[in-house]
Structure formats: C-alpha cells, structure tokens
C-alpha cells in the first residue's frame, strides 16, 4: 500500500477509534508523507524528541457529536432541494437528533414541496405529525394544499382538506370554502356535494359571501338548473348578501342561452333600479341575444341607454349591431 494512502487510512482509523494509537503511531519524517512504529508509547519528552514522533493518548477521547445545524438552516436546505424525497430524508434526519425541533416553516415548506410533487401521502402523513405540535398554523398551508388539489384534479381530496382544517381547530376562512366550491363545480360528478358544503357552511364559521353564491349560482345555471340558481340569488338578500355585477351577469347570460330575452331585459331593469351599473360584459351578452333574435329595434334603443347609464359602449357593442342589420 503507497505511503499517502495508508496515512490516510490511518488517521481515519485514529478519528474514528483513537484506541488504535496504542498500535499504530503516524511519524512525520522529512522523507517521508507518513510512516509508521509498532513500538510502544513513551511519555518521556527525551524519546519522544529522539523518536520524531508525537505522543497520543491510550484512553480514547469523548467525541463532541457533530451538530446537524439550527432550524432555520435546515428550512433553507430543505427548501434548497430539488428533489422532496431527499427533502423528505433530511427532515427525518434532523427530527431524529436529540434536542432538535423543527420550525414551523420547516414544516410548511415540506408539505408544499411533497404535495407540488404528488406525493400526498408523505404530505398527508407530515400534516398529520403537525396535529400534535403546539404550532401556530397559518390558513395560507391550506390554501396552498387545495389549489394543489385542485391543479390536479383531485375535487374529493380538496374537499377532504376543509375539514382536516376544523381538526386544527382552526376557523375555515371564505377564500378556502370559495376554492373548494370552484374546484368541485368544475366536475358535474361534484356538484351535489359543493352544495351540501355551501349550505352547510355556515355552521363552521364561515358563512358564504357573494362570490360563493356566485360560484354555486353559475354551476347550476352551467348544467341547466336555472330555477335554482335564481332561488339562490333571491336567498341572497335574505342572508344580507350583496350581490354584484356579476351576480346579475350570470342570470342575464343563463336567460338568454334559453332564449328568454324578456326576463332577461327586466333583470337588466331590477340591475339599474337597484344603483348598479351593468358592465360591457353584461350588455354585450344582451346585444347579442336580442341581434340574434332579430329584435333589433330594441337591441338599438338599448344600445342608446348604455351611454345614459354610465356605460360607454365600444366598437364591439356597436359591430355587434351593425351585424344584426346585415
């Protein structure tokens, strides 16, 4: 075995079992990168000056165990990884060390990472551990893990995700029912259970608001259930919901895709006589309804009022008349 390489084999040796200086003794010579004696140790200062070689202990030393690092610096490498299996490991080694807590972010960081990976049972199963721990949880977490469920197509998962919030004791906000409902309209097969959630909200805390009757209101009128859309938007003033603009748009385009016009035209009146001001959209979908029904008189006189009731209407509303003439 060349000199350099058996050195180094054994100072390996002496780092990881010291007893081995008893037997081997690395010299330094000048001729040499490292030799070797096989005689016993003197602790008299004369031999060890005569010998050229440095005196080790017999008793081997207490090794300090090496620090894995503080919490904040674990977070970064874990965030640092590319790959959420080794993520995965380093936390497991760090969890692993005596004394050592993970942050809060640590954990947040994890979670997003195994689940934008699709692996959502090493997610899951992290989430789980975080029950135990005295944390303070952020909502966004769970933000996050719906819009990954969402992302890919998993309605049931994402509704399974309200109420693992309600096992953290913590209060679902209306931006997660909201994404929750959005995700689940999204697929027919979902809809009865998105309106199950919807009524039954109100009893977590979390009251639907304008944009969730919007989102449910939509859905229905989407799959034909107009007449439940419309009680919808009548129990909205019921529970002091406001609806918006777009509350009304959604009925005004579900009425004339069932070619309706004139419930559709008294809902644009019930919009104005109420303060609000229908937007571009809102009268675009009426325009074209009423051209291609060839009431063109009052597509006309409505695209007159646009302008008197705070819309000014632009080359698409008046091509879209225009066309109807031709």
Avoid: W
Avoid at 54 to 70: H, L, M, V
Avoid at 104 to 128: D, E, P, Q, W
Avoid at 167 to 179: G, S, V
Avoid at 187 to 210: C, E, I
């Amino acid at each position: 075995m060349p000199n350099a390489i058996f050195c180094n084999y054994i100072r390996q040796l002496q780092r990881y079992a010291p007893s081995f200086s008893s037997i081997f003794v690395v010299v330094e010579t000048p001729n040499a990168s490292c030799s070797y004696s096989s005689a016993p140790i003197n602790r008299n200062q004369e031999d060890e000056r005569e010998y050229g070689y440095r005196q080790y202990d017999r008793e081997p030393k207490e090794k300090a165990e090496p620090s894995i690092g503080s919490p904040a610096r674990i977070q970064k490498l874990i965030a640092s990884q590319t790959d959420p299996l080794l993520a995965k490991e380093i936390f497991d080694l760090a969890s692993r060390q005596p004394n050592f807590r993970h942050s809060y972010a640590t954990y947040h960081t994890l979670i997003l990472k195994l689940g934008c990976s699709r692996h959502f049972s090493l997610m899951n199963a992290v989430i789980s551990s975080l029950k135990s721990l005295d944390y303070s949880i952020s909502p966004s977490l769970f933000t996050h893990i719906i819009q990954i469920y969402g992302d890919e197509n998993q309605p049931e998962k994402a509704l399974k995700t309200f109420y693992t919030i309600l096992e953290f004791i913590i209060k679902p906000r209306q931006k997660h029912l909201n994404c929750i409902l959005e995700i689940l309209v999204a697929n027919s097969n979902f809809l009865r259970a998105a309106f199950d959630l919807f009524r039954a909200a109100h009893r977590y805390g979390v009251p639907p608001n304008t944009n969730s009757y919007n989102i449910m209101m939509r859905a229905f009128c989407l799959n034909g259930d107009l007449s439940i859309a419309y009680t919808l938007f009548n129990h909205m003033f019921k529970r002091d919901v406001l609806p918006d603009v777009e509350s009304y748009r959604i009925l005004m385009q579900a009425l004339c895709r069932k070619s309706q016009m004139n419930k559709a035209v008294d809902l644009l009146e019930d919009m104005l006589n109420k303060g609000f001001v229908p937007d571009s959209l809102s009268y675009t979908t009426l325009l074209n309804s009423l051209c291609r029904k060839k009431k063109l008189k009052e597509a006309y006189k409505l695209l007159c009022r646009m302008k008197i009731k705070g819309c000014n209407p632009d080359i698409v509303h008046y091509n879209t008349v225009i066309s109807g003439y031709c």
